[in-house]
């Protein structure tokens, strides 16, 4: 977060510092889950759009590489991640904008065991945080569903994990 | 069979209706006690030994009923009974691909449930296909592959019709679903412990499996949903997410450890039931049709469950048959439709006649069946059959050679 505000304030000469250093931490192009903070990255971005519950489209510049999960909870919308891309749950459940759907690759059997345990499952439902971003998913909308196994019906919103 | 239940002290009928139920198989019984007694812990305790061995035994059920057909244990949920799984089945599918899918086919013959499920998803906005069947009871696989359209999302014939006990051929309906990408479900409830099932070799995707016509409890059924490719479908009954999220609920695991112990015991018992009924099934058959002319057998004589024998007696009214052979418990049709005054639209479908689909008794022969009382049935058949016919002017005219059909009956 510390590195974002710089780089705001600073000069390109410093975000281009700020950027190759949190490279080096994340230790290379990208990280999915690293510290490395939602900027403006060179050549590698992928533009998508989360809808969130209420329905505001909410444009993100990712990129190539990024965890979908980890993008969302870095730009505030609601996708709880509980088991923190473990696959053991199905809070980051997404649905995906067709045709991204099919440029993904096949859910793995273990995600497709846990979104048979998410609420209003759909044909195009993903787990976000087994998405990774590439080239293929430039324009990909990203729909919160309206309600996780999770019962906030309180209104409560869970903090990032 | 001991005295009867409201303690009248009179000899309780002989029971020749195991289509509509069956009896617990005692080794069933046997295994649910301790969880009635002992074990009364819910499966879904995480916490303590009682929610353990509860979870342990329901997911040795689990096993049980999978083996039975085939399948992986991961791909059976509990459920209350085939009726449950039926709807699950054909609402569950259908509301689930509905989004690109709203065409289901299935035939005129299916249980009422299934056929109820689908007149409710055609008030949703859904459109149905009834095949009807031919004068066997068999569908035709031409008509079948006819009639699929581009928006078909699931097609729903049953293994062993509980009426007429005709077998559908159900790995060629598997085969040409599969070719197509449509889900293929199977009401299986009369047929699975009786003839051998395999979800994979038969290319089935969704199977309703019920607890009590297989000698086990009541209230309790499992529906098979195949994992790969993965079928997926949208709950009927929401909660904590049990049973893969398909079907809330606490599992009654005493029901579920009746029901997989039935189905073990059905796999261990297939071969020697299978013949046993046959030649009972055939003794019956044989002796009534060489005593007692104009019978018919409804169904195709040799694409059927042995078991399940529908005989038409023409000239005789079927009600006033079944109140003649009081000592025997037997059926006109099915126990979901007697109440209605409706006749039976599983004869109507084979093409029976209405006088003679009047006249129908399904005769059902099962594990506990015993040759005496088989020969008991038949010859108080015979017995009755003969005296109404006396008694029947139909008859009458039959035997001086009129033709009935080419009687103008007037209305009064």
Redesign the interface.
């Known amino acids: 977060m510390a590195a974002s505000m710089a780089a705001a304030s600073g000069g390109s000469v410093t975000r281009r510092l700020l950027r190759g250093a949190a490279r080096g931490l994340s230790g290379g192009g990208g990280g999915g889950g690293g510290g490395a903070a939602a900027e403006e990255p060179e050549g590698a971005v992928v533009n998508v759009v989360f809808v969130d519950r209420t329905g505001r489209h909410v444009p993100v510049r990712g990129r190539v590489g990024d965890n979908v999960l980890h993008l969302a909870q870095r730009h505030g919308l609601e996708l709880e991640g509980a088991c923190e891309a473990s696959l053991a749950c199905s809070t980051c459940h997404v649905y995906v904008s067709t045709p991204h759907l099919d440029r993904l690759p096949a859910p793995d ?1 273990r995600e ?2 846990l979104l ?4 209003q ?3 195009n439902s993903r787990l976000g945080c087994q998405i990774v971003l590439g080239p293929e998913l430039e324009g990909a909308h990203f729909t919160l569903p309206r309600v996780t ?1 999770n019962f906030y019906v309180d209104g409560h919103v869970p903090k990032p994990h | 069979a001991g005295r009867s239940g409201d303690g009248g002290g009179a000899l309780r009928p002989l029971y020749m209706d195991v289509q509509a139920t069956t009896p617990l198989d005692p080794r069933v019984l046997d295994s649910m006690l301790p969880y009635l007694t002992a074990y009364y812990g819910n499966p879904h305790s995480r916490t303590h030994a009682y929610g353990w061995e509860s979870e342990a035994a329901m997911e040795k059920a689990r096993r049980q009923v999978a083996d039975l057909i085939g399948a992986d244990s ?1 791909e059976i949920i509990f459920t209350s009974g085939a009726t449950e799984s039926n709807n699950m089945a054909i609402k569950g599918v259908a509301r ?2 509905k ?2 899918k709203k065409h289901i086919i299935t035939t005129q013959t299916e249980h009422k449930c299934v056929l109820d499920s689908c007149r409710s998803l055609e008030t949703e906005g859904f459109r149905v296909t009834y095949l009807p069947v031919k004068k066997n009871g068999l569908i035709d696989l031409k008509e079948l592959e006819v009639a699929f359209q581009p928006d078909t999302s699931l097609v729903s014939v049953m293994t062993v019709n509980n009426e007429i006990g005709v077998k559908q051929p159900i790995h060629d309906i598997g085969e040409i679903c599969r070719a197509r990408k449509v889900f293929f479900h199977t009401d299986a409830a009369q047929a699975i412990g009786k003839i051998p099932m395999d979800v994979n070799n038969m290319k089935i995707d969704l199977m309703s499996i019920s607890g009590h016509k297989i000698y086990g409890p009541k209230g309790v059924g499992a529906i098979y949903v195949r ?1 790969r490719p ?1 079928v ?1 479908l ?1 709950p009927l009954q ?1 909660g904590g ?1 049990q049973e ?3 079907r809330s609920g606490t599992v009654p695991t005493p029901l579920a450890v009746g029901l997989g112990v039935a189905c073990e015991v059905a796999q261990q018992e297939m071969e020697y039931d299978h013949k046993r009924i046959s030649k009972l099934a055939e003794r019956l058959v044989t002796k009534i049709m060489s005593e007692v002319p104009d019978v018919v057998m409804n169904g195709d004589r040799e694409h059927r469950y042995p078991g399940c024998i529908n005989l038409s007696f023409a000239y005789v009214e079927g009600e006033s048959l079944l109140m003649a052979l009081k000592d025997v418990a037997l059926s006109s049709g099915s126990a979901c439709t007697s109440a209605s005054l409706e006749p039976s639209y599983v004869l109507r479908a084979i093409g029976t006649d209405e006088d003679l689909a009047h006249s129908s008794i399904r005769f059902g022969i099962g594990r506990f069946t015993t040759e005496e009382e088989v020969d008991y049935t038949v010859q108080k058949c015979i017995q009755h059959v003969k005296r109404l016919r006396e008694m029947s002017p139909l008859w009458e005219m039959v035997q001086d050679g009129i033709d009935l059909k080419s009687i103008k009956w007037t209305q009064h």
């Open positions: 059997e497709e065991d048979d345990q998410a609420p499952l759909q044909e196994r | 991961r689930f691909y989004s690109r994992r993965r997926r949208e929401s997410g893969r999220g398909l």
